[in-house]
């Protein structure tokens, strides 16, 4: 009995010891993100609530927030940033699952030049890839061209300056360049997957679209998961497309929450309260849809 006693203490006191021993490891990644995260979004929580000169900030309460209610140009930048994320994050999840389960075909010659190819548009410069868009999407540009070859419209689209076309310029660009981000997760989710699954299902007589929405999309449920969340908050956040290729114009017809902000701090007469309120606006939006995706993708047992 002495030596089982004697045994239980020492193992608590090995775990008690392994428990120290990796707050060293710990403590410095919690100071550097409480300095470098946390305490700056406090302080932009602070800032939301003043207004005034920079170097002059009086507390204001909810003004900020209530002068948004009137705010056409707020309106029109909320309105755009959920258009792009209601219509491009779905599109660009069911081409990245798509795209993904046909490079995964072991019998595919040059599955790696594709996969490469398709990957390649979200590690390209960003302003090489804005003036891509913008060359190509120029009235006189290849897509006009072409779409003008094949009779598909009568007359140039002017895809830079008309309200609608700019937001689907910036929809595809967006789907251009991070398409294959996606797909790399959905690739590696889909190489765990064992062949004998697929193999049951095909001599079960199953086709290839029952098995893609019945076995692949379920088993790549908790990827889905992930990358239509990171998918909405790059969205939410988006600001370099829109102000590379089209600078919210024309007018604010493609100004994102983002692109608003910038402008308010830096562009406009600088009003850096206001613009921390309209941030926090992101932050909220990004918290809500969050945790709705992730209550809607979770197993319940």
């Excluded at 998918?231 to 994102?256: R, W, Y």
Aim: net charge positive.
């Amino acid at each position: 009995m002495r030596f089982l006693l004697r045994g239980v203490d020492i193992e608590s006191k090995e775990k008690s010891i392994t428990k120290k021993s990796g707050w060293p490891f710990f403590t410095p990644s919690v100071i550097i993100i409480s300095i470098t995260v946390f305490i700056p979004m406090i302080q932009a929580l602070i800032t939301s609530f003043q207004s005034g000169p920079p170097t002059n900030m009086q507390f204001t309460g909810l003004a900020n927030y209530q002068a948004m209610l009137h705010d056409a140009t707020f309106k029109s930048a909320a309105t755009n940033t959920f258009l792009y994320l209601i219509v491009q994050v779905p599109i660009m999840i069911f081409l990245a699952l798509i795209i993904s389960t046909l490079l995964n075909d072991h019998r595919l010659r040059f599955r790696g030049l594709f996969r490469t190819a398709i990957f390649l548009p979200c590690i390209t410069s960003l302003v090489s890839y804005s003036l891509l868009m913008k060359t190509i999407f120029a009235p006189t540009g290849i897509v006009n061209k072409l779409l003008l070859d094949v009779h598909l419209i009568g007359a140039r689209i002017q895809w830079l300056t008309d309200p609608f076309w700019a937001k689907v310029l910036i929809i595809f660009s967006i789907t251009w360049r991070w398409t294959g981000y996606n797909m790399i997760f959905f690739l590696s989710g889909l190489q765990n997957i064992s062949d004998e699954i697929y193999e049951a299902a095909e001599i079960d007589g199953s086709s290839k679209v029952h098995t893609f929405f019945h076995i692949t999309i379920p088993m790549l449920k908790p990827i889905i998961l992930f990358t239509t969340i990171t998918s909405t908050i790059g969205t939410l956040q988006l600001f370099d497309e829109v102000n590379n290729i089209t600078k919210g114009g024309p007018g604010n017809a493609t100004t994102t929450l983002s692109q608003y902000i910038y402008n308010l701090s830096y562009k406009y007469t600088p009003n850096f309260g206001y613009a921390a309120a309209v941030s926090f606006v992101i932050v909220v939006a990004i918290v809500i849809l969050t945790v709705i995706q992730m209550r809607l993708g979770r197993d319940d047992k």
